[in-house]
């Protein structure tokens, strides 16, 4: 009898610890609170997000205050990107939000830049000045063409001539 | 010699299917009585305790060294990119989508599934199960029922301490002995997982592997040879059987589901 | 019927008497124990009917043939208790499956029937704790929980020592005369069975033959005389006996699983 109560007791037991796990990894990892609870929801549209992904945090100096919760293209094909904000965060109406990369490889992210205006964000507002994400890519692009070009006259005219030259 | 060759394969061919037809038969049968009262929640609570609370060692020690070692091994690799702060992302992920799941699975068709093999058909090798039936008490009813279900329901639970429990390994690894922040180790973790990407379908994955090995256990043993050597081949092939569908299911699910 | 496509009984007819200890006695492999499973069911014959009552259970589904197996209490050569439970808890478990007996009930029943197999004081004993015996005397108390109108007994004698073989076959007598239930008892065991049979039943090789043990002891039949005689020193014939039944049909097929010992 005293067996069978201890035993009930571990699986009880062991039932509430895997539910817990199981809570621990959907809401407190899988961030499943942020579904459905209003915080502070702001939007920002910018000409390239490069690899921004929804669940990317939004700071402001490093600060986590939200987290980017939905992205999609607007009439004027920018991408729009949805974020969710601390509800207690008062954001100047002329706040910035730049797109930037942690490390050189890393994750992208959103960092705010608080504004001066004395009137704040509300709930559903656009965050007005936006600056796009590099896209590593190209930058790498620009930079080989840029060496490229320096020295213009002879790797130009060697190359150029090469493919120019059947077309007459 | 040709023609015997696919006339064997024909057979084999025939024999899985057969075996597939009858597990289907058993399915349906344990199908029938699970809502049949008594619910048996004795000997369900019974075999929660020896499926579920009897593996939390090594499913936990376990997780422990598979998180360590892909703290340490992801580490070494990301570090050389300077992005050491998406080892949360990296552990978490590879762990929830894929790792906790399969690996919980594999060692729980070890320890527990091949106990639940060698238990009935042990009881089917000392006419338990014949006894069973002489009392008017239905085997699949009284023995297989509660197996079966208490695999299924054990088997997310003990998947997501893994997943804890390696989260906390990589932790050990990446933060006690890298010197990576603890707080930059969460937050990359928790940025990178999402509910209904990632968690939803290691549970998923788990319930599966759950209704599979508890099916193929229980099936095993109540098929098995009435032998000291039929229970044996029973327990083996149980293991070997079970590993291998997880492995397969899981690509499967996850090319399906993309979890 | 057969067994690994190998027949094991063919053309056997024979009635086990009402109220009286039937005994089907044979040599290993000649399909004692495969009666008494017929009997509950367990197997299914390829061909012939078998009646219970006058009830053929040949046309019985698994379902329909649970109702059956309330009348019928089986006790099984090795016992088949259910290891996992304690001997009162193997007692009380058909009543707490089929009857809505409150505990008090429960518990005088089981004690009851352990009192009237010889044992008291085992109630929280589990089966692996019990002696060959005492195993065997659980299972006939579990057989009878439930006041069964036949009772199939599988071997009561084996693995047991000269006195508990005599108890177990007081124990079967006395319960018989008790309560005026049919018994059919298997067992190779010739002194026991030929002292408490009304009726037997032998499985030869050349084909089964019936009747009272008085009938059977002054048959002129060899083959019956040579099974029934207890004189070992023919070891000649004893040996030629033992080819006989290994070249015929009947070679010990079933009981390659257990290991069974003659007497």
Same mark, same amino acid.
């Given at each position: 009898?005293?067996?069978?109560?201890?035993?009930?007791?571990?699986?009880?037991?062991?039932?509430?610890?895997?539910?817990?796990?199981?809570?621990?990894?959907?809401?407190?990892?899988?961030?499943?609170?942020?579904?459905?609870?209003?915080?502070?929801?702001?939007?920002?549209?910018?000409?390239?997000?490069?690899?921004?992904?929804?669940?990317?945090?939004?700071?402001?100096?490093?600060?986590?205050?939200?987290?980017?919760?939905?992205?999609?293209?607007?009439?004027?094909?920018?991408?729009?990107?949805?974020?969710?904000?601390?509800?207690?965060?008062?954001?100047?109406?002329?706040?910035?939000?730049?797109?930037?990369?942690?490390?050189?490889?890393?994750?992208?992210?959103?960092?705010?830049?608080?504004?001066?205006?004395?009137?704040?964000?509300?709930?559903?507002?656009?965050?007005?000045?936006?600056?796009?994400?590099?896209?590593?890519?190209?930058?790498?692009?620009?930079?080989?063409?840029?060496?490229?070009?320096?020295?213009?006259?002879?790797?130009?005219?060697?190359?150029?001539?090469?493919?120019?030259?059947?077309?007459? | 010699?040709?023609?015997?060759?696919?006339?064997? *394969?024909?057979?084999?061919?025939?024999?899985?299917?057969?075996?597939?037809?009858?597990?289907?038969?058993?399915?349906?049968?344990?199908?029938? @009585?699970?809502?049949?009262?008594?619910?048996?929640?004795?000997?369900?609570?019974?075999?929660?305790?020896?499926?579920?609370?009897?593996?939390?060692?090594?499913?936990?020690?376990?997780?422990? &060294?598979?998180?360590?070692?892909?703290? *340490?091994?992801?580490?070494?690799?990301?570090?050389?990119?300077?992005?050491?702060?998406?080892?949360?992302?990296?552990?978490?992920?590879?762990?929830?989508?894929?790792?906790?799941?399969?690996?919980?699975?594999?060692?729980?068709?070890?320890?527990?599934?091949?106990?639940?093999?060698?238990?009935?058909?042990?009881?089917?090798?000392?006419?338990?199960?014949?006894?069973?039936?002489?009392?008017?008490?239905?085997?699949?009813?009284?023995?297989?029922?509660?197996? &079966?279900?208490?695999?299924?329901?054990?088997?997310?639970?003990?998947?997501?301490?893994?997943?804890?429990?390696?989260?906390?390994?990589?932790?050990?690894?990446? @933060?006690? *002995?890298?010197?990576?922040?603890?707080?930059?180790?969460?937050? /990359?973790?928790?940025? /990178?997982?999402?509910?209904?990407?990632?968690?939803?379908?290691?549970?998923?994955?788990?319930?599966?592997?759950?209704?599979?090995?508890?099916?193929?256990?229980?099936?095993?043993?109540?098929?098995?040879?009435?032998?000291?050597?039929?229970?044996?081949?029973?327990?083996?092939?149980?293991?070997?059987? &079970?590993?291998?569908?997880?492995?397969?299911?899981?690509?499967?699910?996850?090319?399906?589901?993309?979890? | 019927?057969?067994?690994?496509?190998?027949?094991?009984?063919?053309?056997?007819?024979?009635?086990?008497?009402?109220?009286?200890?039937?005994?089907?006695?044979?040599?290993? +492999?000649?399909?004692?124990?495969?009666?008494?499973?017929?009997?509950?069911?367990?197997?299914?014959?390829?061909?012939?009917?078998?009646?219970?009552?006058?009830?053929?259970? +040949?046309?019985?589904?698994?379902?329909?043939?649970?109702?059956?197996?309330?009348?019928?209490?089986?006790?099984?050569?090795?016992?088949?208790?259910?290891?996992?439970?304690?001997?009162?808890?193997?007692?009380?478990?058909?009543?707490?499956?089929?009857?809505?007996?409150?505990?008090?009930?429960?518990?005088?029943?089981?004690?009851?029937?352990?009192?009237?197999?010889?044992?008291?004081?085992?109630?929280?004993?589990?089966?692996?704790?019990?002696?060959?015996?005492?195993?065997?005397?659980?299972?006939?108390?579990?057989?009878?929980?439930?006041?069964?109108?036949?009772?199939?007994?599988?071997?009561?004698?084996?693995?047991?020592?000269?006195?508990?073989?005599?108890?177990?076959?007081?124990?079967?007598?006395?319960?018989?005369?008790?309560?005026? $239930?049919? $018994?059919?008892?298997?067992?190779?065991?010739?002194?026991?069975?030929?002292?408490?049979?009304?009726?037997?039943?032998?499985?030869?090789?050349?084909?089964?033959?019936?009747?009272?043990?008085?009938?059977?002891?002054?048959?002129?039949?060899?083959?019956?005389?040579?099974?029934?005689?207890?004189?070992?020193?023919?070891?000649?014939?004893?040996?030629?006996?033992?080819?006989?039944?290994?070249?015929?049909?009947?070679?010990?097929?079933?009981?390659?699983?257990?290991?069974?010992?003659?007497?």
């Amino acid at each position: 009898m005293n067996e069978t109560g201890t035993r009930d007791f571990l699986v009880g037991l062991f039932v509430l610890a895997g539910l817990g796990a199981l809570a621990f990894l959907s809401f407190s990892i899988g961030g499943l609170r942020y579904t459905g609870e209003g915080g502070l929801p702001v939007y920002a549209t910018f000409d390239q997000i490069a690899g921004l992904k929804p669940k990317a945090p939004v700071d402001i100096a490093g600060v986590k205050v939200g987290q980017v919760t939905g992205i999609s293209l607007d009439e004027s094909y920018r991408a729009r990107v949805d974020m969710d904000l601390d509800r207690n965060l008062k954001l100047p109406v002329d706040s910035s939000a730049a797109i930037v990369t942690s490390g050189l490889l890393g994750d992208r992210y959103i960092q705010l830049s608080p504004g001066a205006e004395d009137r704040h964000l509300a709930p559903g507002e656009q965050i007005p000045y936006t600056e796009s994400a590099l896209v590593m890519e190209r930058l790498i692009g620009k930079f080989l063409v840029n060496v490229g070009d320096s020295p213009k006259e002879d790797s130009q005219s060697g190359s150029g001539s090469q493919e120019t030259a059947p077309a007459p | 010699m040709g023609a015997g060759a696919i006339r064997g *394969l024909g057979h084999g061919v025939g024999d899985v299917v057969e075996s597939l037809g009858r597990l289907a038969v058993f399915t349906a049968r344990i199908l029938m @009585v699970t809502v049949r009262p008594p619910l048996r929640l004795r000997e369900f609570a019974d075999e929660l305790f020896k499926l579920g609370v009897l593996s939390i060692l090594i499913i936990s020690v376990s997780g422990l &060294a598979v998180g360590m070692v892909l703290g *340490l091994q992801g580490y070494n690799t990301l570090v050389r990119f300077g992005a050491e702060g998406s080892l949360g992302a990296v552990v978490g992920l590879s762990l929830i989508r894929e790792l906790g799941p399969v690996l919980t699975a594999l060692l729980t068709t070890g320890r527990a599934g091949s106990a639940v093999t060698a238990e009935i058909g042990t009881m089917k090798a000392t006419e338990q199960l014949d006894g069973l039936r002489m009392m008017a008490v239905d085997p699949i009813d009284y023995v297989v029922r509660p197996k &079966a279900w208490a695999m299924i329901c054990v088997m997310p639970l003990l998947s997501a301490l893994f997943i804890l429990t390696a989260i906390g390994g990589g932790y050990v690894v990446g @933060v006690g *002995l890298m010197g990576i922040d603890g707080g930059t180790y969460m937050s /990359s973790l928790e940025n /990178s997982v999402d509910f209904g990407n990632d968690v939803a379908g290691s549970i998923l994955k788990a319930v599966i592997f759950g209704v599979l090995v508890g099916l193929i256990a229980t099936y095993r043993g109540y098929t098995s040879a009435p032998t000291s050597a039929g229970v044996s081949a029973a327990t083996t092939s149980t293991v070997v059987i &079970a590993s291998v569908s997880v492995l397969i299911f899981d690509y499967f699910i996850t090319a399906l589901w993309g979890v | 019927m057969a067994y690994n496509g190998r027949p094991v009984l063919r053309d056997l007819t024979c009635r086990f008497p009402r109220g009286r200890i039937s005994v089907v006695l044979g040599g290993s +492999g000649s399909g004692k124990s495969t009666i008494l499973k017929l009997i509950g069911g367990l197997i299914c014959a390829r061909a012939g009917a078998i009646y219970v009552g006058d009830r053929d259970i +040949g046309r019985l589904g698994e379902s329909a043939m649970y109702e059956v197996r309330r009348e019928l209490g089986m006790m099984f050569q090795n016992g088949a208790l259910l290891d996992s439970l304690s001997v009162f808890e193997n007692l009380s478990f058909p009543l707490r499956e089929h009857t809505r007996l409150s505990r008090e009930q429960i518990a005088e029943q089981v004690h009851e029937r352990l009192a009237a197999v010889g044992l008291s004081d085992v109630d929280d004993l589990l089966p692996r704790e019990l002696s060959g015996g005492m195993v065997k005397r659980v299972a006939l108390a579990r057989a009878l929980i439930q006041s069964p109108q036949v009772l199939l007994v599988d071997e009561p004698f084996s693995g047991l020592d000269p006195l508990s073989t005599k108890l177990i076959e007081a124990l079967l007598v006395r319960i018989n005369r008790t309560y005026g $239930m049919t $018994m059919i008892v298997v067992s190779h065991h010739i002194p026991s069975t030929l002292r408490m049979a009304d009726h037997v039943v032998l499985l030869l090789p050349g084909g089964p033959v019936q009747g009272s043990p008085r009938e059977l002891l002054a048959s002129a039949d060899p083959s019956v005389r040579r099974f029934l005689s207890e004189d070992t020193d023919a070891s000649d014939e004893v040996l030629a006996h033992a080819a006989e039944f290994e070249a015929g049909e009947h070679r010990p097929v079933l009981d390659s699983r257990r290991g069974r010992r003659k007497p």
